[in-house]
């Protein structure tokens, strides 16, 4: 029997495509699933969406204070994941109906495999086509990482007792704290793409990832990326030269 999912979805109140996003999860063609839904902040809208879907089926939890962010969202759903394989989504997003099955069946056939992500379509708030995004496979993610992310938060998959023993989300890496995890993973284990649009990525006004980068979480960063450069056998210069690169990247955007 292919392994057990379990699907952890943080979510800010008032979260418009929550509905549409777990229906998206009980339509996966790899039924053996459970939902962790993280209040990050107490929502009757988002408590009905989560009701949509069987008591058996969906844990709800809530963060220790309104807006506490999606890395303490995301720690508080790893923790109280009950399998051994935990998929990210956000509340915005959707999954294909394969993405599960796909995702589970690399996963399973690479056990030195520590995550596994995956392409993705970009739909606008309507669900409409916009773009597609592709990254690096095999691997060339790993060298990827070092000079920007290549993964999509929504895609990933990880092995919950590798994610727990590297420390989880760092809550310090405001806007980062995806990249860092992944990095922190990396230098422990291998991680892929699996090459197929398994994801729906909405682009819209209010999303997250919009926000300010630069500050003192780059400095953590760089530190997740040493750690991986060390296991790839990149040089120190070759590390410090890709983060160089990566921070000018933020400054002409005025991520700061």
């Known amino acids: ?67 506490s962010g999606p890395a303490v969202g995301r720690n508080i759903g790893l923790d109280a994941a009950k399998h051994d394989l935990v998929a990210f989504l956000d509340a915005d997003d959707l999954c294909m109906p394969n993405r599960l099955e796909r995702q589970v069946a690399v996963l399973e056939q690479r056990p030195g495999l520590g ?30 990482m070092l000079l920007f992310n290549c993964l999509i938060t929504s895609t990933v998959v990880v092995r919950k007792e590798l994610a727990a023993e590297v420390g989880g989300f760092d809550p310090r890496c405001v806007r980062l704290e995806d990249y860092d995890l992944w990095l922190r993973i990396m230098a422990r284990a291998d991680g892929d793409v699996v090459p197929e649009d398994l994801v729906g990525y909405r682009v819209h006004p209010d999303q997250y990832s919009r926000g300010a980068l630069m500050g003192p979480q780059t400095k953590l960063l760089r530190r997740s990326k040493q750690a991986l450069a060390k296991r790839i056998g990149v040089s120190g210069l070759g590390v410090a030269a890709r983060h160089a690169a990566w921070l000018g990247v933020q400054v002409v955007n005025r991520r700061w």
Do not use: Y
């Open 115 to 144: 995550l596994v992500g995956s392409w993705a379509n970009k739909i606008d708030p309507s669900g409409q086509l916009v773009g597609e995004m592709h990254s690096a496979i095999g691997p060339e993610v790993a060298r990827t």
């Open 1 to 67: 029997m292919p392994s057990p999912v379990s699907v952890v979805i943080p979510c800010a109140p008032k979260a418009d495509f929550l509905a549409e996003t777990l229906r998206s999860v009980a339509e996966q063609t790899h039924q053996d699933w459970e939902v962790v839904l993280v209040l990050d902040g107490e929502c009757e809208q988002n408590r009905a969406a989560a009701r949509t879907l069987p008591d058996d089926r969906v844990q709800v939890h809530l963060t220790p204070e309104p807006r």
